[in-house]
T-cell receptor, first 115, second 111 residues
Framework: GAVVSQHPSRVICKSGTSVKIECRSL??????MFWYRQFPKQSLMLMAT?????????EQGVEKDKFLINHASLTLSTLTVTSAHPEDSSFYIC???????????FGQGTRLTVV | TQLLEQSPQFLSIQEGENLTVYCNSS?????LQWYRQEPGEGPVLLVT?????EVKKLKRLTFQFGDARKDSSLHITAAQPGDTGLYLC???????????FGTGTSLTVIP
């Protein structure tokens, strides 16, 4: 099956610093990657969709300068939370797909805590 | 605004009872997926439905895709405590390549 690895699984950072989260497709080429944010007991909210080699498409209300997404290769996408604040603390999950999107495969998620 | 609305949002039932979760949208989807998520983990795929009117069964779980491919349902027979979790529908609308999740249904099965 398709495997997606997300790293780190947990990170604690100080307010004002930046944090990078990596999402890798291990056994397939991911033409499309998705980044989600999830609050406790809530669903996954799509933040942005990224296609390899092009700029990410951000959902309404998501600050692209705050959440920098890079999808430089078919196996790696990164999400950088810049100048993190406590309200950015959340569970971030990536997923990857190929071709026409009919199914997505998920990473394990990253628990970000900003103190 | 959520593209996929699920109901109910929360459900607490006794072991052995049956339940149905609904996933509705005004958009047409080429396919819909159902996932189950445990706290602190990523969603785990349960099933994919692709054909309008399609019914799929996975042990005690029955999934149906609406004829117009705008809605889906998940029915669980004789629920067990191990079924407890967050159930999510998800899909990519015909109009784009984004992959959206439903609002989620948190199920608790009491022994």
């Amino acid at each position: 099956g398709a495997v997606v690895s997300q790293h780190p699984s947990r990170v604690i950072c100080k307010s004002g610093t930046s944090v990078k989260i990596e999402c890798r497709s291990l056994d397939f080429q991911a033409t499309t990657m998705f980044w989600y944010r999830q609050f406790p007991k809530q669903s996954l909210m799509l933040m942005a969709t990224s296609n390899e080699g092009s700029k990410a498409t951000y959902e309404q209300g998501v600050e692209k300068d705050k959440f920098l997404i890079n999808h430089a290769s078919l196996t790696l996408s990164t999400l950088t939370v810049t100048s993190a604040h406590p309200e950015d603390s959340s569970f971030y999950i990536c997923s990857a797909s190929w071709g026409q999107v009919t199914e997505a495969f998920f990473g394990q998620g990253t628990r970000l805590t900003v103190v | 605004t959520q593209l996929l609305e699920q109901s109910p949002q929360f459900l607490s039932i006794q072991e052995g009872e049956n339940l149905t979760v609904y996933c509705n949208s005004s958009s047409v989807f080429s396919s819909l997926q159902w996932y189950r998520q445990e706290p602190g983990e990523g969603p785990v795929l349960l099933v994919t439905v692709v054909t309008g009117g399609e019914v799929k069964k996975l042990k005690r779980l029955t999934f149906q895709f609406g004829d117009a491919r705008k809605d889906s349902s998940l029915h669980i027979t004789a629920a067990q405590p191990g079924d407890t979790g967050l159930y999510l529908c998800a899909g990519s609308p015909n109009t784009g390549n984004q992959f959206y999740f439903g609002t989620g249904t948190s199920l608790t099965v009491i022994p």
